[in-house]
């Protein structure tokens, strides 16, 4: 369904002939044809949106500027397609849904990895709202299909720009009469030095910062043109980088929506979509084969499970052994449970996904042997959660952000786990679209939990300096929890926390008030939380 450049092309009969000695201003939206109309009202709005970017974004911090430029692209979008006669596929936007809450979320949340995740989130989901909120149904999408769709809308942002201005520079010169033969042979060159000018400027900035003698080069070229001195470009060819970058992508990936859309319209919303057609396996394997593999595994997994019972679970080990070697034990064999549970699921889909099943007999034995895997799985992840438990119960751990994250991967992995079993029984082909709303469940419920302000909470009830130690690498995040169990320790620990707060206000007043496009609930709240600290006399 790719947009070529002979789709942007208008039809015949929407391309009046110009008499002699007429003259005629300029293509009209409604002279054009129905493949340009689009590309002559995206292109303008795309522009909006890189000035847009440029605005909220260019030397500031992430806060509001996020949620709204993200509101600002589905107005975008939504208008545009208002615009083209396109309805929305509303069973498609509940995406809207964690998409403006990951986006609200990077103007809460101070914490470094939970704001990149937030960020993460909000470009994947972007890929997904062009290419599903106006067309197909994502329920149908596969396991690979989440992340082929956003290579997808990716190389359609990238290509679809091109052919579209193009056409609309050729419909602009083909619709007023050329003087003269020479200047007709020099419009095509015109046309390519117009088009040709912002990526030279671009790639010229890049290289000249990649090549330090090739950018000599260029400061004498410069030179030369402007012998009276030049001003410093550095500043405006990086916002106009960002602009015309960022228009770019924009224009691609709104066309690439409203295509689908006008086809989905087009053909009375029963057209087939491409994107959630199944993609065939590069080889198959026999039956004998992925029962075979299923069997044997789970015979090592049974073992593995009965270790458990009897030792971890009945609490053998933890008699049998000293104190500190059942803390090894415990602690050695957390990770790789992990890992095998993921691979575990990733070889439960690869086998359903190989292997031929001819009758409902060797269906209803994958099946079984399949179930079976997910019940050992869910036991091993069991057992990595209370060996995380009884790690996290010895008296000289101090915690970090990073054992609520597996916690909460282990949750939602196990629910994962659950769905599963459920669609392999019923609806396989409702499994991915399980898997991606646990997949944005965990970072939602990190999101909710708050990391570092748990960390913070968890450590201030640990003895002696253990409240203090890690408290300096937390975000803003904890600072609330940190002011409120100031007075909960003393001694040094106390000392060490009252520095600690003390720092992080005199680098909040050194950043000097935000400006609105950066405004963030967790460094406000930090803010304010110290000030009050400082004017109570608890810190300096």
């Keep these: 369904m790719g947009l070529a450049t002979s789709d942007l092309e208008p039809d015949t009969p929407d391309t009046p002939a110009l008499r002699p000695g007429t003259s005629n201003p300029g293509p009209r939206t409604s002279d054009l044809g129905p493949r340009l109309r689009p590309a002559v009202r995206v292109l303008p709005v795309a522009l909006l949106l890189g000035w847009g970017a440029d605005v909220l974004f260019w030397g500031h911090r992430p806060g509001l500027n996020a949620p709204l430029f993200t509101a600002l692209i589905l107005v975008a979008l939504f208008f545009l397609a208002r615009l083209e006669g396109v309805r929305p596929a509303w069973r498609n936007l509940w995406i809207l849904a964690p998409l403006l809450f990951f986006a609200t979320m990077v103007a809460v949340r101070a914490n470094e990895l939970l704001t990149a995740l937030n960020l993460l989130a909000v470009v994947v989901l972007l890929t997904l709202v062009a290419a599903y909120a106006l067309a197909g149904r994502l329920h149908r999408l596969g396991v690979m299909g989440y992340p082929l769709v956003t290579l997808r809308v990716a190389l359609e942002a990238t290509r679809r720009p091109a052919p579209a201005a193009a056409a609309l520079v050729r419909e602009g010169t083909r619709r007023r009469p050329v003087p003269s033969s020479s200047l007709r042979r020099a419009a095509p060159l015109l046309r390519g030095v117009v088009l040709a000018a912002p990526l030279l400027l671009i790639f010229t900035v890049l290289l000249s910062a990649a090549d330090s003698i090739f950018s000599g080069y260029v400061e004498d070229g410069l030179d030369l043109l402007l012998p009276d001195g030049r001003p410093d470009l550095g500043e405006p060819l990086g916002h106009l980088t960002l602009i015309l970058g960022m228009a770019w992508l924009m224009a691609g990936a709104l066309l690439y929506a409203l295509r689908r859309g006008a086809a989905r319209r087009d053909a009375g919303d029963a057209t087939g979509d491409e994107l959630a057609a199944p993609v065939a396996p590069p080889l198959r394997i026999g039956f004998v084969e992925g029962a075979t593999v299923l069997a044997l595994v789970d015979a090592l997994f049974v ?60 269906v209803y034995a994958l099946n079984a042997l399949g179930s079976l895997t997910v019940v050992l799985a869910l036991v ?161």
């Design 303 to 362: 073992l593995f499970v009965w270790v458990q019972f009897a030792y971890l679970f009945s609490g053998q080990a933890a008699a049998a052994m000293h104190f500190e070697a059942y803390r090894d034990y415990a602690r050695r064999g957390f990770f790789e449970l992990l890992v095998v549970t993921v691979l575990c699921l990733g070889m439960i889909l690869g086998l359903r996904w190989l292997t031929a099943r001819r009758t409902p007999r060797q």
């Design 380 to 540: 091993m992840l069991a057992s990595a959660l209370q060996r995380l438990m009884v790690w996290e119960s010895v008296q000289y751990y101090i915690s970090s952000p990073t054992r609520l994250y597996v916690r909460t991967f282990i949750v939602w992995l196990a629910m994962t786990y659950g769905w599963l079993l459920l669609t392999l029984w019923l609806r396989h082909d409702r499994f991915a679209v399980g898997a991606c709303v646990a997949a944005l469940g965990f970072l939602v419920t990190l999101n909710l939990l708050n990391p570092d302000a748990d960390t913070a909470r968890a450590n201030l009830v640990r003895p002696g300096d253990l409240a203090t130690r890690y408290a300096g690498l937390l975000s803003d995040d904890a600072v609330p929890v940190l002011a409120a169990g100031l007075d909960a320790v003393d001694g040094d620990a106390q000392r060490l926390l009252r520095a600690d707060l003390a720092e992080r206000l005199d680098d909040l007043q050194r950043a000097g008030p935000e400006d609105w496009r950066s405004l963030h609930l967790a460094r406000w709240r930090a803010r304010e939380t110290l000030l009050a600290l400082r004017a109570a006399g608890k810190i300096d």
